[in-house]
């Protein structure tokens, strides 16, 4: 069912439910204004009662001779009748018994033996009453058909604008999940400028549409760095190879190593992508034992130590505690610690220092071992900041390919503690150098 049909048979629904609604409080008002009124005048009402009482006893217990116009001798009652032993005995005005008896108000009469008769009588406003209450049963049958008329034309004319209203913001919508589902990337419009729910939908649904955009820009990204990153490597080897062809020489040995250099590189980066892309997809699985992080710290150092002897670089680890255990898969954190620390060393000058620093501490309530990695070196510019741990991101440009590893390293370190359930952050000031810090679960 259409949103215009939806609108219309509810508002015939709620139409109706007033009409009911109304009758039926009009219907029980008409009892409760006649019992008001028998409270109002109850004195007059009692007076009759006791008249009738007092006529059944003076005749001997009978009501022969008895005159309802005697009874009120005011006229305050234009509406009388008395019903005694199942038959009517007097009856006075213009209404019908059994009509007097449903609407009028009843007076039980009685006597020392029991009941004697009852009384159904009407003052001057409950007859007024119920003349208006049938006036209102009257009309009431035309007021449901001009109701239920005005109700059709009324309803489908503002179901017409409602509907355009309700449904154009849906339309927008559909359009842009429409163009969302072609790939249309940044090129979506939705009503994001509304302020109701359909606003809040637009909205979502912008931002859904932002991150599969940039997702998609990543995913292009990805594939023209690994492909540059291939092609260089692939290049040389296939140029060393046409040449040695051409000119019908076996390789030297150094061509040979070169060669092999370019394989390994290849190898690596062949490696590290299928790493990242398991670790990224969630497909990476954790066999985590009880590891003394110091003690992975310090091997760490030694097997780096090369490195910092090459560039004359002071490597320097502070534990206060001397066994700092924690839950991890001792393969994937030194892998995540060995890039952390070889791209301190590597933006560290000479005659540098990179202090690493291990201990506990307390993060939103829960003990986590905390580990820095900080150098003096030349830092990192604020627009590069927050892309360090991007695939591929360089911050240093002009550092050439061959020099500066994948540029996966700092993205896997990052997977591998966000699949330990850790975090990893970074602080960094142009010229004065840069720290590290890694929080690792207890």
Same mark, same amino acid.
């Given at each position: 069912m259409k949103i215009r049909a939806k609108l219309m048979l509810s508002m015939g629904i709620l139409i109706a439910f007033i009409l009911f609604s109304l009758f039926a409080v009009t219907h029980i008002q008409f009892y409760i204004i006649?019992?008001?009124?028998?409270?109002?005048?109850?004195?007059a009402f009692t007076a009759l009662k006791e008249n009738f009482q007092r006529h059944y006893a003076a005749g001997g217990n009978s009501?022969?001779?008895?005159r309802a116009e005697e009874m009120d001798s005011g006229s305050f009652f234009p509406e009388i009748a008395l019903v005694s032993g199942g038959s009517l005995v007097v009856?006075?005005?213009?209404?019908?018994?059994?009509?007097l008896q449903d609407e009028g108000f009843p007076l039980f009469l009685t006597d020392a033996e029991g009941k004697i008769g009852t009384l159904f009588v009407m003052d001057a406003k409950q007859y007024k009453t119920y003349e208006f209450k049938s006036m209102w049963y009257g009309i009431f049958p035309v007021v449901v058909r001009v109701s239920l008329l005005f109700t059709f034309v009324a309803a489908l004319v503002i179901s017409f604008f409602l509907s355009r209203r309700f449904t154009s913001p849906i339309r927008k919508l559909l359009q842009g999940i429409d163009s969302i589902k072609k790939g249309s990337g940044g090129d979506v419009k939705l009503p994001v400028a509304r302020k109701d729910e359909f606003g809040a939908i637009a909205r979502a649904l912008q931002e859904m549409n932002d991150s599969l955009a940039s997702l998609e820009r990543s995913r292009k990204q990805m594939l023209s760095d690994v492909a540059h990153e291939l092609k260089t490597p692939l290049m040389i080897m296939q140029g060393e190879l046409e040449l040695a062809q051409e000119i019908d020489e076996p390789l030297k040995q150094e061509k040979v190593s070169s060669l092999l250099d370019e394989v390994l590189r290849l190898n690596r980066l062949v490696h590290d992508v299928l790493e990242l892309s398991r670790m990224e997809a969630g497909r990476a699985e954790l066999r985590r034992e009880p590891e003394n992080i110091g003690a992975l710290l310090q091997g760490l150092i030694e097997k780096t *130590?090369?490195?910092?002897e090459d560039k004359n670089i002071r490597v320097r680890l502070r534990t206060p505690e001397e066994d700092i255990y924690a839950p991890v898969e001792k393969h994937r954190i030194l892998q995540a610690l060995y890039n952390?620390?070889?791209?301190a060393l590597h933006y560290t000058p000479a005659g540098g220092t990179v202090k690493?620093?291990?201990?506990?501490?307390v993060r939103e309530g829960r003990l986590v071992v905390l580990l820095t990695v900080e150098d003096n070196g030349s830092g990192i510019a604020s627009e590069d900041l927050p892309h360090i741990f991007? *695939?591929?991101?360089?911050?240093?440009h002009s550092r050439t390919r061959p020099s500066g590893g994948t540029g996966l390293g700092l993205a896997i370190a990052e997977q591998n503690i966000l699949l330990h359930g850790g975090s990893i952050g970074v602080q960094s000031e142009s010229g004065k150098g840069t720290v590290f810090t890694v929080l690792l679960p207890v």
């Open positions: 006649r019992d008001l009124e028998y409270m109002r005048e109850k004195p009501w022969a001779g008895v009856h006075k005005g213009q209404l019908p018994l059994r009509t *130590r090369y490195i910092a952390i620390l070889i791209n690493i620093g291990a201990g506990t501490a991007n *695939r591929f991101y360089r911050a240093d």
